[in-house]
């Protein structure tokens, strides 16, 4: 266990706990971020880092990777404790600090930020008996680098945002790309499906995938059926699977926070229900919250601010202007 006490932890290295390490080094507290992912960037990094960012302040147009590498650097300047693949589990309060525990030690402090977005997530599987000699190799459920699907043959499974996105961003990268989709209509956004419609991926509807063929991991075909039990083979490279994600705040359900479906409810403070617990981002809910990359950037601040001021009544609540903390 380890004795240090320190001012913060951030349960959640995505966009907002992020920001939240950035902010909390500007009110001079002593950080530690926790993520259960093997990397930092949340749903970013994990869901669609090649992917472009258009609604962020001062980013007409960004990479979701790039915009993580930035959020990363920044979040350094409070010299957090970094600690990945690592899940919060529980947290009791003992005096003025909570005992925080995880699966992996124990950690105290004195206050907690929960940013932990939609939960630890994991890709809703294809479902097939051969997909785990598949994974990893020809069958993936994100996709880290475009380039590694350079001239070859793609197929996409799917017909929601990610599904559409990956396919028309594949259509200049691989040497084919079909999109099929178990349904005719798709709830993917109607923009995107008018530009996968007029673009070169080849589009099947009403059809899945029944298995995968293939030796050694490396996938040569599919077999697509149809509701009626008609077949059809699709030769295939890699398999690119977007059914969406089962994402699932876990053990937090258990800390007694006041919550409604998936969400944790915050006050404009962003305070839980629990004393020195503030959550921020894509985990909380109030009237009126949008879940938003730009929200949470704005929530981070606010709970950062106010967990200074819990910790120490005399510190100003309103902090100096970042000009007069960074002096040149
Ligand atoms: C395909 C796609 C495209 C999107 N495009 C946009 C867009 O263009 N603009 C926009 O504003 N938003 C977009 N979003 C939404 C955006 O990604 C989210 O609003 C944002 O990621 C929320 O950030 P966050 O930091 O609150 O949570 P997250 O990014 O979800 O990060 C939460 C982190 O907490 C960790 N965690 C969870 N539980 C625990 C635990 N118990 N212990 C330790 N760690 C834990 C998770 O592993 C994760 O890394 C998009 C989402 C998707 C899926």
């Known amino acids: 266990m380890s004795e240090e006490i320190v001012d913060i932890t951030i349960i959640g290295g995505g966009p907002t706990g992020l920001f939240a390490s950035f902010y909390a080094g500007m009110r001079q507290m002593s ?37 993580v590498a930035n959020l990363v650097e920044q979040a350094q300047y409070s010299e957090p404790e970094i600690l990945l693949e690592e899940t919060a589990i529980s947290a009791t309060r003992e005096g003025d600090h909570f005992v925080l525990k995880t699966d992996k030690g124990v950690h105290l402090t004195r206050t907690i930020l929960l940013t932990a ?30 380039s590694f699907f350079k001239d070859k043959q793609v197929l996409v499974c799917g017909g929601g945002d990610s599904a559409v996105d990956w396919a028309l961003m594949l259509e200049d990268v691989a040497s084919n790309v079909t999109l099929v989709h178990r349904r005719e ?14 673009s ?8 899945t995938v029944k298995q995968i063929n293939g030796a050694d991991g490396q996938a040569e075909s599919v077999v697509l059926v149809e509701k009626d039990g008609t077949e059809e083979l699709l ?13 699932s705040l876990g053990p937090l359900k258990e800390w007694g926070l006041e919550m409604d479906r998936t969400s944790v409810l915050v006050n404009s403070r962003m305070e839980t229900n629990i004393e020195g617990i503030y959550a921020a981002g894509d985990i909380t809910n109030y009237d009126g919250k949008v879940k938003l990359i730009a929200v949470g950037l704005g929530e981070a601040p606010i709970a950062i601010n106010h967990a200074k001021a819990y910790i120490d009544p005399k510190a100003r609540l309103q902090p100096l202007h970042s000009t007069s903390v960074f002096k040149e």
């Open 31 to 67: 950080v530690k971020i926790l993520d259960s992912l093997p990397q930092l960037g949340g749903q970013l990094t994990e869901l669609y880092p090649d992917k472009y960012i258009y609604d962020v302040g001062g980013f007409p147009k960004v990479l979701a990777k790039d915009f």
């Open 117 to 146: 977005g939609i939960g630890a997530f994991q890709p809703r599987k294809i479902g097939l008996s051969e997909e785990e000699g598949f994974a990893g190799k020809s069958l993936h459920y994100s996709i880290k680098e475009l």
């Open 185 to 198: 209509r798709f709830t993917a956004h109607e923009t995107s499906v008018n530009q996968l419609m007029a």
């Open 200 to 207: 070169k991926v080849k589009v099947i509807t009403s059809r």
């Open 235 to 247: 030769s295939v490279d890699h398999v690119i699977v977007n059914y969406g994600n089962v994402s």
